[in-house]
C-alpha cells in the first residue's frame, strides 16, 4: 500500500482552504454554491427529492418524539432536528461506492442513505422488526446493503472505524470514501487524531464531516475547544479543511462532493466542519434550559432553517409551489404517522431471541468450526 | 514431525494464512521492518510485502479500530499488540466495537478479526507490561478468547482464529516464545477453538490451567509423580471462551479434587467461573473444596524476587496442591 514508508513532507503544506472561524463561517465570498457543477446538474425532480428527504426526517423525529413522550421509547433520544441538510446534502452527492458512518445523532443519516422509517421507527420502540431487531436502538442503526455502519454510541468511538472503511476501500481498489460524521465534542477524543495521523499518513480516503451544531452536550463550543475553527486542527496532519454553513444545502453538497473528488483522484482525506445547530436537547432527557436562551434557538429556527430556506429557494426558482410543498409535507407527517402505527403493531423480540446475533457461529451453526461453551447463563445456555 | 518454537509455530500459521486468504493483513507496531518486538513476524514482510504486513504508529486506538472498520467491510486483519497490556488504550475499539457490532446490527455486520499478543507476567516489566485481560476480554460477549500453552496449539489455534468469522482474542506469553515443540506442517492443521487437551494423563488430583501456566503444572505433576507417588491429572483449556465444559467435569468426575492455575489475578479471574461452574455441575462427585492458585493480588511487581513468588510458580502450585491430598 502507498504511503506505508511515507515520510512527512511538511514543506508543501496547503493552504486551508478556508481561515472562517467556526462560530461565524466566513462568508465565502468567492464561492457560489449554486453555480458548483455538482448543484447546475441537479433536476428538478431530484431538488424536490431533497427537499422532501429533510422534510421526512424531520417529521420521523417529530413522531418519534411524541412516541418516547408516550412512554413507547425508553433510553435516550438523540434528535438531528435542525441538521437535515447536512446528512441528506452529504448522502446526495455519494456514488455507490461511497460509505457513512456516523456517531449516536443517527436517524437523519439513516433515514438520508434510504432506510425507511417503519424499521427505524420500529428499532425506537424496541421491536423485532426493527432494523437491528430491536438490539440496537437510537444510537445503532445499521444498514450494511445501503453502505451504512452504523449508529455508534461512543463520542468519537466510530472515528477509527471510518478509517478503517476507507482503508478496507483503498485496500480492495475501489475508488469510494468513507464519510465519517462525528458531532463537534467527538474533536476533543483522542482516537480521532490517532486516525487524522494515520488518515494523512497512509492516504486513506475518509472524509471526517464534523456537525458543528455549537455543543458538546451542553458545553458550548467556547467552552469545550481551545481554538478554531476546529477543523484546523486536520492542519497539523497536513489533512485538507474547511467550514461550511450547514443550513445551505447546496454548500453541504459543494464541499463534500470537493472532498470526494480529492478522495477519488488520489485518496486525500479531508476534514469538513459544517456549522449547523439543533433545535433540542442534546437527548430527550435534557431540559435544555441551562446552557443556551431560547431566544438563540428562535433565531436560529427563523433565519437558518434549513428545511425553509430550502423550501424558499425551490419556490423562487419556480419548481414548486406553496401547495406542493404543503403535500410534501403532509405526505412526510402521513409517512411518519404510519411507521409509528407500524412500530405499536410490530411484536417485541421473543426472549428466546436474546441470545441470537452475538455470534456469527451460533447463528450458522451448520458452519460451525468450534466446540464448547459460548455462553454462560445456565436458564438460557447452550 | 519437527520440532519448532512457539514463535516460529505463531509465524507459519501467519505466513500460511496470509498466504491462503488475499483478506488476512498483519499489521501493529513493529510488525514489518524491525520483523516484530520478539520476531514473531520475521521474513514476513520480505515474504509477502508491506501492503501485508503494516507498520503502525504507535496508535493502538486509531489501528485496532482500523481493523475492526476493515473487519466490517469483509477484510481478516490480524492486530498485533506488542503487549496485551497495551490493548487498554484500545479499550473502546475491542470492547465496544469489535465485540458489539454484531449485536447491536441484529446480526447484519460479521467482524472477522484477531488480536493477539503476550499477556504475561514474570518478565520483570513492572505493573503496566504485565497485564493478563482474559477474564476482562472473556467477561465480553462478542469476544472469543484463546491461550495457547505449546508451539502446535500456537500454530493451530490462530489459524482456527483467522478463519473464525467472530472477534478473537489471542492471548501469547513471551516466556514461550522460546518453548519448543512438534508441529505438524500441513497447511490445513487448525485446532478448533473450544477443545480443552489432557496435557497429562492422572487419577489422584486435577490440575486445570491455561497459557504458562499449563507448563507449571506439568512440572508439578512430575514432582508429585516422582517424590510423592501422587498421580495428577493436568488439563489445559487451550480456550477460555468457548469453554469445554465437558471436558472439565470429565476429569473432576475422575480425580474428584481440583487444583486451578492461572496467572490472571483472582478475583473475577477467570478461575473464580471455572470453580462456579465446577460446583455447579460437579458438586457431588467433589472429594476436597476447590483450590486455586493465581498471581498474588497486588500490581504486578518488578522486582524479580518479588515477581518470580508472585506469579504461580512450582512451589507454590505445589504446596497448594499438597494441600488436597
Redesign the interface.
Known amino acids: 500500500m502507498e504511503g506505508i514508508y511515507h515520510d512527512a513532507d511538511l514543506s508543501e503544506a496547503p493552504e486551508p482552504s478556508s481561515v472562517a472561524t467556526s462560530a461565524d463561517p466566513s462568508p465565502h465570498v468567492n464561492q457560489n454554491y449554486i453555480n458548483h457543477p455538482i448543484n447546475l446538474e441537479l433536476e428538478a425532480e431530484e431538488k424536490i427529492r431533497l427537499y422532501s428527504q429533510m422534510l421526512r426526517i424531520r417529521r420521523f423525529e417529530e413522531r418519534s418524539l411524541r412516541a418516547y413522550q408516550q412512554g413507547h421509547i425508553g433510553g435516550f433520544l438523540h434528535l438531528y432536528i435542525g441538521q437535515e441538510a447536512v446528512a441528506v446534502g452529504a448522502v446526495s452527492v455519494m456514488s455507490e461506492d461511497d460509505h457513512v458512518i456516523t456517531a449516536y445523532r443517527d436517524h437523519g443519516h439513516a433515514i438520508a442513505v434510504g432506510m425507511d422509517m417503519d424499521e427505524c421507527m420500529a428499532e425506537l420502540f424496541g421491536k423485532r422488526t426493527g432494523c437491528s431487531k430491536g438490539k440496537g436502538g437510537s444510537m445503532h442503526f445499521f444498514a450494511p446493503d445501503k453502505n451504512f455502519w452504523g449508529g455508534h454510541g461512543i463520542v468519537g468511538g466510530q472515528t477509527p472505524l471510518g478509517l478503517g472503511i476507507a482503508y478496507a476501500l483503498k485496500n480492495k481498489g475501489v475508488r469510494g470514501a468513507c464519510l465519517c460524521f462525528m458531532g463537534d465534542g467527538a474533536t476533543n477524543q483522542g482516537p480521532f487524531y490517532e486516525s487524522l495521523n494515520l488518515a494523512s499518513l497512509w492516504k486513506l480516503p475518509v472524509i471526517y464531516i464534523i456537525e458543528n451544531n455549537g455543543y458538546s452536550m451542553g458545553t458550548a463550543e467556547s467552552r469545550h475547544s481551545a481554538g478554531e475553527p476546529l477543523a484546523r486542527r486536520g492542519d497539523c496532519f497536513d489533512v485538507n479543511w474547511s467550514v461550511h454553513h450547514g443550513h445551505d444545502l447546496y454548500e453541504v453538497r459543494a464541499a463534500i462532493e470537493d472532498a470526494l473528488a480529492r478522495a477519488r483522484t488520489d485518496c486525500s482525506p479531508s476534514v469538513l466542519e459544517i456549522v449547523t445547530y439543533r433545535y433540542r436537547g442534546h437527548s430527550v432527557a435534557d431540559p435544555d434550559q441551562t446552557y443556551r436562551s431560547k431566544e438563540e434557538i428562535e433565531e436560529y429556527k427563523k433565519n437558518k432553517d434549513p428545511i425553509n430556506l430550502f423550501r424558499d429557494k425551490l419556490l423562487s426558482e419556480g419548481l414548486m409551489t406553496e401547495e406542493d410543498s404543503k403535500a410534501l409535507d403532509q405526505s412526510a407527517k402521513d409517512e411518519a404517522e404510519a411507521s409509528a402505527e407500524f412500530a405499536i403493531a410490530s411484536p417485541f423480540p421473543e426472549t428466546s431471541e436474546l441470545m441470537d446475533d452475538v455470534y456469527w457461529e451460533t447463528d450458522n451453526p451448520e458452519h460451525k468450526t468450534s466446540s464448547g461453551k459460548l455462553f454462560f447463563e445456565s436458564s438460557l445456555s447452550d | 514431525m519437527p520440532e519448532i518454537t512457539y514463535r516460529e509455530a505463531l509465524n507459519q500459521a501467519l505466513a500460511e494464512e496470509i498466504a491462503r486468504d488475499p483478506n488476512v493483513?498483519l499489521m501493529g507496531e513493529e510488525v514489518?521492518q524491525f520483523k516484530g518486538s520478539y520476531k514473531v513476524s520475521e521474513g514476513l514482510l520480505e515474504k509477502f510485502g508491506?501492503?501485508k504486513i503494516?507498520?503502525?504508529?504507535i496508535?493502538e486506538?486509531?489501528?485496532?479500530?482500523?481493523?475492526?472498520?476493515?473487519?466490517?467491510?469483509?477484510?481478516r486483519p490480524v492486530v498485533e499488540f506488542m503487549f496485551w497490556s497495551f490493548c487498554y488504550v484500545a479499550f473502546?475499539?475491542i470492547f465496544?466495537?469489535a465485540a458489539n457490532?454484531?449485536?447491536?446490527?441484529?446480526?447484519?455486520?460479521?467482524v472477522?478479526i484477531v488480536f493477539r499478543g503476550p499477556a504475561n507476567g514474570g518478565t520483570n516489566v513492572g505493573a503496566t507490561h504485565s497485564h493478563t485481560p482474559e477474564n476482562f476480554a472473556a467477561n465480553t460477549?462478542?469476544l472469543?478468547v484463546i491461550c495457547p500453552s505449546t508451539p502446535a496449539d500456537a500454530k493451530g489455534m490462530l489459524k482456527?482464529a483467522i478463519?473464525?468469522?467472530?472477534p478473537v482474542c489471542v492471548m501469547e506469553n513471551t516466556i514461550l516464545y522460546n518453548l519448543k515443540g512438534d508441529v505438524p506442517e500441513e497447511d490445513d492443521f487448525v485446532i478448533?477453538?473450544?477443545?480443552?487437551r489432557i496435557a497429562c494423563e492422572g487419577s489422584d488430583l486435577s490440575i486445570i490451567a491455561h497459557g504458562r501456566s499449563v507448563q507449571v503444572a506439568l512440572q508439578v505433576a512430575e514432582t508429585l509423580s516422582e517424590k510423592h507417588n501422587v498421580s495428577v491429572e493436568v488439563l489445559d483449556l487451550r480456550?477460555i471462551?468457548?469453554?469445554?465444559?465437558?471436558a472439565i467435569l470429565q476429569t473432576v468426575r475422575k480425580t474428584n479434587r481440583v487444583l486451578l492455575v492461572e496467572e490472571n489475578k483472582p478475583f473475577c479471574g477467570v478461575d473464580a467461573?471455572i470453580a462456579y461452574?465446577i460446583q455447579?455441575h460437579a458438586f457431588d462427585d467433589l472429594d476436597a473444596p476447590i483450590k486455586r492458585v493465581s498471581a498474588i493480588d497486588v500490581p504486578q511487581a518488578y522486582s524479580k524476587a518479588l515477581e518470580n513468588f508472585q506469579i504461580p510458580n512450582h512451589d507454590r502450585v505445589l504446596a497448594k496442591a499438597m494441600e488436597l491430598i
Open positions: 493483513v514489518a508491506p501492503s503494516i507498520d503502525t504508529p496508535s486506538a486509531a489501528f485496532s479500530g482500523l481493523a475492526v472498520g476493515a473487519a466490517m467491510m469483509g477484510m473502546d475499539q465496544n466495537n457490532v454484531r449485536y447491536m446490527s441484529g446480526g447484519l455486520i460479521n472477522p460477549p462478542g472469543k482456527a478463519r473464525d468469522n467472530d478448533p477453538l473450544g477443545k480443552a480456550s471462551r468457548p469453554l469445554d465444559l465437558d467461573q461452574l455447579e
